[in-house]
């Protein structure tokens, strides 16, 4: 898991990895593939400054999923990858105890190191998308963080249910999944991908995201809208808010090529329409129907019943 399982949020380098042979165990997948590429980092300094850069990529971002005001709680990070949040956690809170847990041996490895370089203590465990249960007691866990993670796994609500298994009841979670009505979806995928790259023509929007988000060989990737997380969220036990979206500074630097499918007849109706109604605040943030049109979704979940 490189920030999802846990390519975490890697958007940046989507389009440009080369293609090669699928493997369909997502195990092997995430380990040889991470939201850093496997960077080592050789002082604090380096680390956080990392750290800072990756969250800048993605426009409010660590407004919706902070890693500071965590203080005094057992934190969950599901999908910690080579370690981003668990070292923001541990810099930024004063949490009684962390947990870093992935599916990448490789990359539970590299947040070793960097959590070494830190000089902080962290859990770290190694889970897979075949385990029933995550590896902690009922309601012993203050918060879950779980970033780019959800649209990864096989099984989506199983894991939320783990969440609200291991939640206290005054518990709470906050995800960051990918969202539909985004720039990503109705430009990137919908038209820049297509246009530039012949192995994405002819494939389904869906089958095309899948393959745009973290290499094209990713072996899940989904994305949702907000009423789909929020019946997701019912089902699983929980109440959903959505925080809001991120849009990524890639999304934005995409903006400009958007006028040549919104005069083509051809091009998907929905995504033309998309297009056409977005609008812009001050700082150049793109916005449809109220909310940032950006590729990730931010939601709080708390426990019902």
């Known amino acids: 898991m490189a ?5 975490g949020r890697t958007v940046l380098a989507a389009a440009t990895s080369p293609h090669t042979e699928a493997d369909p165990s997502s195990e092997s997948y995430w380990s040889d593939f991470n939201v850093t590429l496997h960077k080592k980092f050789s002082s604090p300094a380096e680390s956080l400054d990392y750290m800072h850069w990756r969250n800048d990529q993605y426009v409010d971002y660590i407004k919706f999923l902070p890693v500071s005001s965590h203080d005094g709680e057992v934190i ?6 080579p370690g981003h949040d668990l070292v923001g956690f541990l810099t930024y809170s004063r949490p009684a105890a962390v947990y870093g847990m992935d599916i990448s041996r490789p990359s539970l490895a590299e947040s070793a190191d960097r959590l070494r370089v830190h000089g902080y203590d962290c859990k770290l465990v190694h889970v897979s998308e075949t385990d029933d249960r995550i590896p902690l007691d009922d309601g012993t866990v203050d918060y879950v963080h779980c970033s780019g993670v ?6 989506p609500e199983k894991i939320l249910k783990e969440f609200r298994r291991i939640l206290k009841p005054s518990g709470y979670a906050r995800l960051m999944v990918y969202n539909r009505n985004s720039i990503w979806v ?4 919908s038209h820049v991908l297509p246009a530039s790259d012949p192995k994405y023509r002819g494939l389904s929007r869906e089958e095309a995201f899948r393959r745009s988000t973290d290499t094209f060989d990713c072996p899940i990737s989904r994305n949702w809208t907000t009423q789909e997380m929020n019946e997701l969220a019912g089902i699983s036990g929980f109440s959903a808010k959505h925080l809001g979206n991120a849009v990524s500074i890639f999304e934005m630097s995409l903006l400009p090529q958007r006028f040549t499918p919104m005069m ?3 091009f998907d109706a929905e995504s033309r329409q998309f297009l056409s109604r977005l609008e812009f605040d001050a700082r150049g943030v793109p916005y449809v129907d109220g909310q940032a049109a950006g590729i990730d979704g931010c939601y709080e979940l708390r426990k019902v019943g």
Do not use: A, E, Q
């Open 150 to 155: 959800l649209n990864h796994v096989p099984s």
């Open 76 to 81: 969950v990070d599901y999908g910690c990858g």
């Open 264 to 266: 083509d007849r051809s």
């Open 3 to 7: 920030n999802k399982f846990k390519g």
């Open 186 to 189: 109705h430009l990137f995928v």
